[in-house]
């Protein structure tokens, strides 16, 4: 190769060395455990610890400022806790994401302040709400206990025993057959139901205080990042909910971390 077209060659590689983010290569990996580091690995350490989820990707288009800011974040979490519901998959976009200051991160929460947007979605499946059914308690003297969840295409069925206080004390069956509806953009509630109660001359106010226990199913309300959700979408076996607008990858900062335990927890 002559001189001048080595040369040319030389300089077209470090010319694109300069125009390819620094970013670009920065991946952090962790199983397990998330040591002391950055901000960034503040923000994924908040996410596991809060949610116990199995898997987390995060992308951040760059590391938080001091102030806590940072333009664009992506998490994509797999089997997080959330409100006592294990989902099989949720995903989020934000942008223009203002957290509370890093300095106090050491002592107090990450909480996100302010943002511009957030765009999300996630799979919840049939057989994580009725184990999150299972393992819940729906009041006190008055209580739901055996209540299952079955998913139709576009419809909900569930049945479940009510143990009521009325003149002496009723284990009530309840069949419902309703729908899901959003409220408030962040809960999933029992909407539009039918009853079929096993007893006569059961009062009204009962059954209304029975549904009541049992809302909402979801409660979002409670992610670190305040989602908002516009569409739900079911068939036997899974609910989808969606945003407006759905997340999108993008290229930066690459935190992954993985549950260093093999079995999964209920």
Same mark, same amino acid.
């Given at each position: 190769?002559?001189?001048? =077209? ?18 670009? =290569? ?7 455990? /998330? ?30 400022? =001091?102030?806590? @800011? ?5 998490? #994509? ?12 998959? /949720? ?6 994401? @203002?957290? #509370? ?11 996100? $302040? ?28 008055? @209580? ?41 953009? $962040? ?10 109660? #096993? ?10 205080? =029975? ?28 609910? $989808? ?26």
């Amino acid at each position: 190769m002559k001189t001048s =077209a080595r040369l040319f060659v030389l300089a077209l590689i470090s010319l694109l060395f300069l125009v390819i983010p620094s970013w670009a =290569a920065e991946l952090y990996e962790y199983e397990g455990m /998330i040591p002391e580091g950055s901000p960034g690995a503040r923000i994924l350490r908040e996410f596991v610890d809060g949610m116990d989820p199995l898997e987390v990707e995060m992308i951040l288009s760059q590391e938080p400022d =001091a102030s806590g @800011h940072v333009n664009r974040i992506f998490m #994509n979490l797999r089997r997080p806790l959330i409100g006592g519901v294990r989902l099989d998959n /949720i995903s989020f976009e934000a942008l223009d994401v @203002h957290f #509370n200051p890093v300095r106090e991160w050491a002592s107090n929460p990450v909480e996100v $302040q302010d943002m511009l947007a957030v765009y999300a979605q996630g799979t919840l499946l049939e057989d994580d709400i009725n184990n999150s059914l299972r393992n819940r308690e729906f009041g006190g003297d008055e @209580h739901w206990h055996d209540l299952a969840l079955d998913f139709r295409s576009s419809s909900i069925y569930a049945k479940g025993y009510y143990l009521a206080k009325f003149i002496f004390r009723l284990d009530i069956l309840i069949e419902i057959s309703g729908e899901l509806s959003i409220v408030r953009k $962040q809960q999933i509630w029992l909407d539009n139901y039918n009853l079929r109660v #096993n007893r006569v001359n059961v009062p009204e106010n009962i059954t209304d205080r =029975a549904i009541s226990k049992i809302q909402p199913i979801l409660d979002l309300s409670r992610f670190i990042f305040p989602l908002e959700l516009n569409s739900i979408e079911m068939d036997e076996n899974k609910i $989808q909910l969606r945003s407006r607008y759905l997340p999108q990858r993008f290229e930066g900062i690459t935190y992954h971390y993985i549950r260093k335990e093999v079995e999964e927890k209920p």
